[in-house]
């Protein structure tokens, strides 16, 4: 007697698909309402390869191993300052843009690589560490977003270096890192009373929907390539593409004195957000900062006598420097202004970009500077 086959149902194609996007919907709502934004700090930095000696930029990541993305925490998880700090460490952070961060420069040429090679102790005989938390774009509030960041990681002095450029107020919510992190934005614009709108539309409104799978591909992706490039970073330690030529920084100008919307003679301080400095200096609490006017390119060229460089025109920069001398005196600012201390030859692709050479003087000052503040 033979044996009834058992016979299976059709299954039925339409509802194999409803089932499937149900369940995807449903996975998107856990993922949206978990709230994945802690997935940053999970890293190999620090652990299988060792952290990064600049935040994560770069716009041709498979030459230079690098990467631009926008989630600060799996930034800083994957630089040096996510190590524990030592104790018998004295954690210097360097706060500031592009110039900072190190175009054309190695790791150890930058500022903070000849800073910490010069092995600066406190007198109570703790070594000094110099962190570079420079990033590229020019912004003061990009700048405070970074600085709000790195007091999680409990530095014992604040070295904040600008320039003019970062002050206009149409440069403040535009940087991607600013436009990315709109809730950081709109928390530092309320809890320091910036005088930005926190409905501008550079911050974009958040959804429940932006936290679901859908959306965070992207920087989901992001977030693994990051640690994927983690294994060149450490054969390697390129972190950016060094070029044999580039196009020198622009020394003969246009007869035009214009900065932003403004034209002389007078310096809008309504359109400049001196408050941010401020603000900076409410973020680091307790902690000491010393504020920096950084060097920049003094031209010589054509119609030098209306501009230092293809971004400050005289007018705008000296009146500029006497308005922040005049703060810093009134807010009892540490401050130093180093606008001229490095000649032009010094300067690479842009008026702030250095070469060895000129770091190496900046190095010199602010070694002094930060030997003051740990030895006074």
């Not at 614009?189 to 932006?210: C, G, H, M, Q, V």
């Not at 500029?320 to 030859?345: C, H, I, M, T």
Request: glycine share 6%.
């Amino acid at each position: 007697m033979s044996t009834p086959s058992t016979v299976h149902p059709r299954m039925n194609p339409w509802r194999l698909v409803l089932k499937s996007l149900l369940l995807f919907v449903v996975f998107n709502l856990i993922f949206a309402l978990w709230n994945p934004s802690g997935l940053g700090k999970v890293s190999f930095y620090n652990r299988l390869f060792p952290g990064r000696l600049r935040l994560p930029y770069g716009e041709n990541p498979a030459q230079s191993y690098n990467l631009s993305l926008y989630d600060l925490e799996a930034m800083f998880a994957s630089h040096v300052i996510a190590e524990p700090k030592a104790a018998d460490e004295f954690r210097v952070v360097l706060i500031g843009d592009s110039a900072l961060w190190g175009w054309l420069l190695h790791p150890e040429d930058t500022l903070a690589g000849q800073l910490d090679a010069a092995n600066l102790m406190t007198c109570d005989g703790r070594k000094v560490r110099v962190y570079n938390l420079g990033y590229p774009t020019i912004s003061l509030t990009k700048d405070l977003l970074i600085l709000d960041q790195a007091m999680r990681y409990k530095p014992d002095l604040v070295v904040w270096l600008f320039t003019l450029e970062a002050f206009p107020d149409d440069k403040q919510l535009t940087p991607p890192l600013v436009a990315n992190n709109p809730e950081r934005a709109r928390m530092l614009i309320e809890t320091y009373d910036l005088p930005f709108d926190p409905n501008d539309p550079a911050l974009a409104r958040t959804k429940s929907w932006d936290q679901t799978i859908l959306v965070q591909r992207r920087p989901l992706a992001d977030l693994l390539r990051l640690q994927l490039y983690g294994a060149m970073w450490a054969a390697t330690g390129l972190d950016q593409l060094y070029p044999q030529e580039y196009e020198r920084a622009q020394t003969d100008f246009e007869p035009d004195e214009s900065f932003h919307d403004m034209q002389p003679p007078i310096l809008d301080e309504e359109n400049l957000a001196f408050e941010v400095l401020g603000a900076g200096v409410n973020a680091a609490g307790g902690t000491p900062i010393v504020l920096v006017n950084e060097p920049m390119l003094i031209s010589r060229g054509k119609n030098s006598d209306l501009r230092y460089n293809y971004y400050s025109p005289r007018w705008a920069y000296d009146q500029y420097r006497q308005v922040l001398a005049e703060k810093a005196s009134a807010g009892n600012w540490n401050y130093f202004d180093l606008w001229d201390l490095v000649p032009a030859d010094e300067f690479t692709n842009t008026p702030f970009h250095m070469t060895p050479a000129g770091e190496s003087l900046l190095a010199a000052r602010m070694g002094a500077v930060i030997q003051g503040q740990v030895c006074p």
